[in-house]
Structures are given as structure tokens and as C-alpha cells.
């Protein structure tokens, strides 16, 4: 987790009971944001690849292939979007009901479980494969992060 440095907000806050748990608790939902646009952005890269991929298989004129992967490269795209934009463990320092640092740990844990799946799509969309396996193979991660997403969007929506 990285540090941030102390202004003086956090000066007066040290004053206020519950600020320092407040800020730990920013700190954590920095750094899965930070994870988040990670993996966001390894997404992005993916479809790049996925891309050229297909501007290869039309070259060689593999067009039923180039179908497969162009159904691949749909997913890919949507789940990009889903990871970026997704709901965070956020609530206000006045809120009753606060997320506390155990519960964002687990959030990030989710996260981590969705950036497994993350690499290994990249991981096939940078092979020289040409298999409809292959998009197969991204299209059922890509399901995958889904589920956690709605996993993740359940567990926030009952601590908030």
C-alpha cells in the first residue's frame, strides 16, 4: 500500500476521533482504484493485441476464425469498461454506515481474484495462437471477471 504524505488536514483530523481510521481507509480505496485502472488498462492492451490478431487472420483470409475472435474482442472490450468504471468501497466520513479496512481488504482481495483472470487473457491474446480455442478461452474469463464484478458489486452493496 502507498503512503501518502501528511497535510494539514490530516494534522487537524489527528484531533477528530475516528479521522485516522478514515484516512487508512482512503488509502486503501486509492490503491484499489490504482489496481483497478491496472488491470483496466492490461484490458486495453489485450484488445490491441486481439486486433492485429484478427488483421492477420483476414491477410491469411481465415474469416469463420477471425469471427471467433472478433466475438472475443467484443468481450474484451465490454469488461474493460465494467472493470473501469466499478463501484468502489466508498462512504463518507459522516456516514453511518462506514466500510471498514477489514471489508476493503476483502474488496481488494476480489480484486486481486479478477486480475488472475485479467493476465491470463493477456497472456492468450500475446500467444501466436490461432485457435478458436484460444477466443473461447478469453470469452470464458471474460465471463469470469464478470461474476466477480457482481460478486464484488453484492459485497459492497451490503456493507454500505
Known amino acids: 500500500m502507498t503512503k501518502r504524505s501528511v497535510n494539514i488536514f490530516d494534522k487537524i483530523g489527528t484531533l477528530i476521533p475516528g479521522y485516522n ?6 488509502e486503501k480505496r486509492n490503491d484499489d482504484k490504482k489496481l483497478r485502472d491496472e488491470l483496466s488498462r492490461i484490458i486495453n492492451q489485450a484488445e490491441t493485441l486481439i486486433e ?6 483476414i491477410k491469411t483470409g481465415e474469416i469463420n476464425l477471425c469471427k471467433e475472435w ?8 465490454t469488461i474493460h469498461a465494467k472493470v473501469k468504471n466499478a463501484t468502489y468501497g466508498e462512504s463518507s466520513f459522516f456516514s453511518n454506515n462506514q466500510i471498514k479496512e477489514t471489508e476493503l481488504d476483502e474488496i481488494y482481495n476480489i480484486d486481486l481474484e479478477m486480475a488472475e483472470r485479467v493476465h491470463l487473457i493477456f497472456k492468450t491474446a500475446d500467444a501466436d495462437i ?9 470469452i470464458n474469463q471474460v465471463k469470469e471477471i464478470d461474476n466477480i464484478l457482481n460478486k464484488r458489486t453484492t459485497f459492497i452493496n451490503r456493507h454500505k
Do not use: C, F, P, W
Open 130 to 138: 490461432n485457435e478458436v480455442m484460444s477466443a473461447g478461452l478469453i
Open 21 to 26: 481510521g478514515y484516512a487508512v481507509r482512503d
Open 52 to 57: 492485429k490478431h484478427q488483421q492477420q487472420l
Open 70 to 77: 472478433e466475438t472475443a474482442r467484443k468481450a474484451v472490450n
